[in-house]
């Protein structure tokens, strides 16, 4: 494997300014997931009863056989957990993740849902896992719930997550559905543009960690304070970053049958009610969060670097490291991915393979870099990188006597040491280049060798931040 496709760095140290609208420092979105009727169940064609989400401790499914509590408890979520909720999010915009099988035996709650201006996204067909689907399969569900759910509620789904999805899942929704968002992602705080189904897809990102979800398993929570709680923690810190400048966005998960519970609704009540108690708050559906992100965001049109051909790759970056291709063409065939399209990324890969050279290699990129201010750049035959460089720490303007002891120096220090003096021009001016050499100048050739290494580095990596952005 060549190329690793995770993408381990994503917006980085600095995150794109959200711009919520009326400048928000913080947009709440919360969805309720419709399941309610789509679980496991031996009456919807299913080899077994539902295990998972409840209040069962350590439930197993029953393989043919219905499960009276089980099927009790799930439609506690429809029966009265999902109006006691209705009437707590009523006058908010929320998301619903309908499973479209659940939508098809509910409609006061689908009428519900549409009466209050609810986004209503699809959840898929059934609330059944996708791991063990072929593609062919998957691809079958995804498109039977999206004719159902727009049968059932009268429009087609403009967002989709599938929750126990597949590693085919992204790649067939974006394929099969033309949603303004998919939500099977847990990677950030933001939306972000991925390339799933041939097309850019954006993805909002959903949560595991405020989410009801936690009432139901051994690792979570025991009693409402310890949701609420959690819940105003994650608001109250990302209201202090977002009145810091980086708004960002709070995703609330909630399920009919377990935050319906009253000992959990008083609970995301208190919550609620801290959290309007903030100016700058922006309540949106996930259709309108996508909307906004894909306004003010548009995905990026260039080829990344780990979508290049060997050719184009060498061509882009083979000149970082000065009339040294061969270090691009290796760092090439690493394993690169989505986290090396950025200029630390790119760096990274050809240091590797600059620091992993031999001491003649390194040798030979030391000795391909011009004397400063010597006589290719009074000839003009400096690359354009360098002449940029020497230009901009004002080494094109030298007096004749600067001009006679940079020649000097360079001499002497080329005769000592066997390469040029190498500095980063860009982190200096001429005067702090200058106490350089003559500091340098008297250094051991190995001690001078390790630092002209460094100041190579540091060359590609501030030539690779003017390319590709900081």
């Not at 005769?415 to 040029?420: A, D, L, M, T, V």
């Not at 982190?427 to 250094?443: C, G, H, L, V």
Request: glycine share 8%; aromatic share 10%; with cysteine.
């Amino acid at each position: 494997m060549t190329r690793y496709p995770r993408d381990m760095t994503g917006y980085g140290a600095t995150p794109p300014a959200a711009n919520w609208p009326n400048n928000a420092r913080i947009a709440i979105q919360i969805v309720l997931n419709y399941e309610e009727g789509g679980e496991n169940n031996i009456l919807h064609g299913d080899p077994a009863s539902e295990a998972f989400l409840s209040e069962i401790t350590g439930a197993q499914p029953w393989q043919g056989q219905r499960h009276w509590n089980m099927e009790s408890i799930y439609e506690y979520g429809s029966r009265a957990g999902f109006w006691r909720v209705h009437r707590l999010l009523k006058d908010i915009p929320i998301t619903v993740y309908g499973v479209a099988t659940a939508l098809a035996r509910a409609p006061e709650q689908v009428a519900a849902m549409k009466g209050s201006g609810w986004e209503i996204a699809s959840h898929g067909l059934k609330w059944v896992e996708h791991k063990d689907m072929s593609s062919d399969e998957e691809r079958t569900h995804i498109r039977e719930a999206i004719r159902l759910h727009t049968e059932v509620t009268g429009s087609a789904p403009r967002g989709w997550y599938t929750g126990r999805c597949s590693m085919n899942t992204v790649d067939l929704a974006a394929e099969e559905g033309n949603f303004a968002y998919i939500a099977d992602s847990y990677a950030d705080d933001l939306p972000y543009w991925v390339k799933a189904g041939g097309k850019d897809q954006l993805i909002v990102p959903y949560t595991m960690d405020c989410n009801d979800m936690r009432f139901a398993i051994q690792a979570g929570y025991t009693n409402g304070e310890q949701f609420e709680s959690y819940l105003k923690d994650s608001f109250d810190y990302l209201y202090d970053e977002g009145v810091k400048g980086a708004p960002k966005m709070l995703s609330i998960g909630l399920h009919c049958r377990l935050i319906g519970r009253p000992g959990r609704a008083a609970a995301l009540k208190r919550a609620l009610e801290h959290f309007m108690k903030h100016d700058g708050v922006w309540f949106a559906t996930r259709e309108q969060i996508a909307d906004h992100w894909a306004k003010e965001h548009q995905p990026m049109q260039n080829t990344k670097p780990s979508e290049m051909d060997k050719a184009t790759f060498v061509s882009e970056f083979g000149g970082v490291f000065e009339h040294s291709a061969w270090i691009a063409e290796s760092a090439f065939d690493l394993e690169l991915g989505p986290t090396h399209d950025t200029a630390a990324g790119v760096h990274n890969a050809l240091a590797r393979v600059f620091r992993t050279a031999s001491e003649e290699q390194r040798l030979g990129v030391l000795t391909a870099h011009p004397d400063l201010a010597g006589k290719l750049a009074a000839a003009g035959r400096l690359t354009a990188e360098s002449t940029a460089e020497q230009a901009g720490a004002g080494l094109d303007l030298l007096t004749d006597e600067e001009r006679t002891t940079f020649t000097e120096l360079n001499d002497a220090y080329t005769s000592k040491h066997g390469f040029p003096f190498i500095i980063a021009v860009r982190d200096n001016d001429k005067a702090s280049i200058m106490e350089a050499f003559q500091r340098r100048i008297n250094n051991d050739r190995n001690t001078e060798f390790d630092e002209a290494c460094r100041q190579v580095e540091r060359i590609a990596e501030l030539r690779l931040q003017e390319k590709l952005g900081a």
